[in-house]
């Protein structure tokens, strides 16, 4: 009888561990998806300079950048409540959005380089959310620093928009890949 127990919580441990794993496989297919999305959407839509002229000619930049940002928002605070579908759709909102507002690095950079950026991104996300899904150290309580610092991040690249300082652009980059790292890492172990 008691071998029987032994064996009933072993495979129901087997399937819990498996059923995680399907949810993180599916997760790092859906940030694929998501950055695949972002990058065709910013190629296409450089490859149209009228339209890339008139986003970024106007104000209609300033009104991506708040729609990405509120779409963001909408999405971390509303997703244990979407359906999964509702959830998608706007993931997807979100990828394209990303790609509107970074379009313009298209015009400034080889395409090469972007497709080694997006590759680096793609590994370097894919390193942190292992390591968030196998360490012992509990990231769950590291949330509320990470959107702050989060915030912050937000705020100093706004006010860099007006003074234009490659240095403190630098230093904005440098600290923005260590909260996303974290931030993956963390989202992974929650």
């Keep these: 009888m008691m071998e029987i127990s032994v064996i009933s919580v072993s495979m129901y441990r087997g399937e819990k561990m498996l059923k995680q794993n399907n949810i993180i496989a599916k997760s790092f297919g859906w940030m694929f998806i998501g950055l695949l999305l972002t990058f065709a959407t910013g190629y ?16 209609l930049w300033i009104v991506l950048i708040l729609l990405e940002l509120g779409t963001v928002i909408f999405l971390s605070s509303r997703i244990n409540k979407m359906s999964p579908n509702t959830a998608k759709i706007v993931f997807m909102l979100y990828s394209v959005l990303t790609g509107l507002t970074f379009s313009s690095i298209f015009i400034l950079y080889e395409l090469q ?17 292992l390591l968030g899904y196998y360490t012992k150290i509990d990231l769950t309580k590291f949330g509320t620093y990470l959107m702050m610092m989060l915030f912050g991040i937000i705020i100093c690249s706004i006010i860099n928009i ?10 904005i980059s440098c600290i923005s890949i260590i909260v996303f790292v974290a931030y993956t890492a963390y989202d992974v172990k929650k």
Excluded: P, Q, R
């Design 113 to 129: 380089s972007i497709i080694y950026v997006f590759i680096a991104t793609g590994l370097v996300f894919g390193i942190f959310a």
């Design 162 to 171: 007006f003074i234009g300082s490659t240095m403190f652009d630098t230093i």
């Design 44 to 59: 296409y839509l450089s490859c149209n300079e009228y339209t890339l002229y008139k986003i970024f000619s106007g104000g």
